[in-house]
């Protein structure tokens, strides 16, 4: 089973920069415009801040989150060359639809979101099943941090400095059963505080559900996220606990999870069962196969504005076919899109 990275996107010693250019960055950046090298920091463990970054609000981080902060691995995969998107950017450019279509929503509405107390069931095909609060779920995990592109299927992308630890950790400690193909994820069910459960016109069934194959769950890149830019999840990006599946659209890394089951059956997933056409199982990123009304060619990069557009080209698999594309060898990606 592979459960070390050691690519491209691996933090390499030859990376690792003067601890001075590191502390002096957000000097240098003058606190705004928040774009910076990724592969220019260093890995570390240790303690940290969200001084680590410019602009980024502080939250109110419950005891057990500063905790395992003390402990982290920071900058523990890298994205070499590439600009963290700014804070305010990740933050506020959200698709969370439980508040909201528009993208402004999630970061004006999300804050009703009541994330403490917050219970992970783990349930379906496995030894261990069980009921946990939030702490202990990811006590037996170190923290890791995770510089990742995300790509959505809109065709805009972002860099973002995730907080968490490997899904396939999860794995070992629940024990699948033989039984176990899939596995299912599930977001909170409230309209009280969630008022795009409440509207009419909603085209989702509730809850939200994102799926992957347990081989997929497996790969080191695949993590459940408690943070991001050294901090805990603001509500509008999935707190308290959320899926980050760098190399699938981001509609795959579903927010604010509260039920994983291990299942026999391929789930029937949110943006599939709207509109199976558009959106696949799969929905690994992939230049080469287009969404039926516009093209995955090429992606915004944020911050993006009509003077300055910030296109790019998409790359297979998000960058990350040297870690993932052994996962699909013999499967027609155009049919399993
Ligand atoms: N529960 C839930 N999870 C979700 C969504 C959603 O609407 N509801 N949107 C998805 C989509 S389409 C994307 S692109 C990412 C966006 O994550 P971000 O807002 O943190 O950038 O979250 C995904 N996870
Ligand atoms: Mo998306």
Redesign the pocket.
């Known amino acids: 089973m592979l459960i070390k990275l050691s690519k491209a996107s691996d933090c390499k010693a030859s990376d690792i920069t003067p601890e001075s250019f590191y502390l002096s960055r957000r000097a240098l950046l003058g606190g705004s415009v928040a774009a910076l090298a990724a592969s220019a920091l260093p890995c570390e463990v240790g303690a940290a801040d969200i001084s680590r970054y410019a602009d980024v609000e502080a939250g109110a981080a419950p005891g057990w989150f500063s905790d395992k902060l003390a402990t982290a691995r920071w900058q523990a995969v890298t994205a070499p060359g590439e600009g963290i998107t700014p804070y305010k950017d ?1 933050t506020h450019y ?5 508040f909201g279509a528009d993208k402004g929503d ?1 970061a004006e509405n999300a804050g009703s979101l009541k994330v403490q107390p917050w219970t992970v069931v783990v349930d379906g095909e496995v030894g261990k099943p069980g009921r946990y609060v939030l702490e202990d779920f990811v006590s037996p995990y170190q923290l890791e941090e995770r510089i990742y592109r ?1 790509r ?1 299927v809109e065709a805009w992308s ?1 860099v973002i400095p995730w907080l968490g630890f490997p899904l396939s950790a999860v794995l070992k400690q629940v024990e699948p059963t033989s039984k176990a193909k899939f596995i299912r994820f599930e ?1 909170l069910q409230d309209p009280s505080s969630m008022p795009g459960q409440r509207s009419n016109f909603a085209l989702i069934d509730w809850p ?1 559900v994102e799926g992957l194959r347990l081989d997929e769950a497996m790969n080191p890149l695949a993590i459940l996220a408690v943070g991001m830019y050294g901090r805990e999840l603001p509500n ?3 707190a308290p606990l959320r899926l980050v599946v760098p190399w699938k659209y ?2 795959k ?4 999870i509260v039920r994983i089951s291990l299942v026999a059956e391929q789930p029937r997933t949110t943006w599939q069962a709207i509109a199976p056409e558009e959106y696949g199982f799969y929905a690994n990123v992939n230049p080469e196969v287009d969404h039926p009304r516009w093209t995955q060619a090429r992606e915004r990069r944020l911050p993006s504005g009509l003077f300055s557009p910030n296109v790019r080209t998409t790359q297979m698999f998000n960058g990350y076919a040297e870690e993932v594309a052994e996962l699909y060898g013999g499967l027609d990606l155009r049919k399993n899109y």
């Open positions: 990740a959200n698709n969370f639809y439980e999630p995300l959505c972002m977001t939200y509008q990006n999935g981001g509609f890394s579903i927010k604010s």
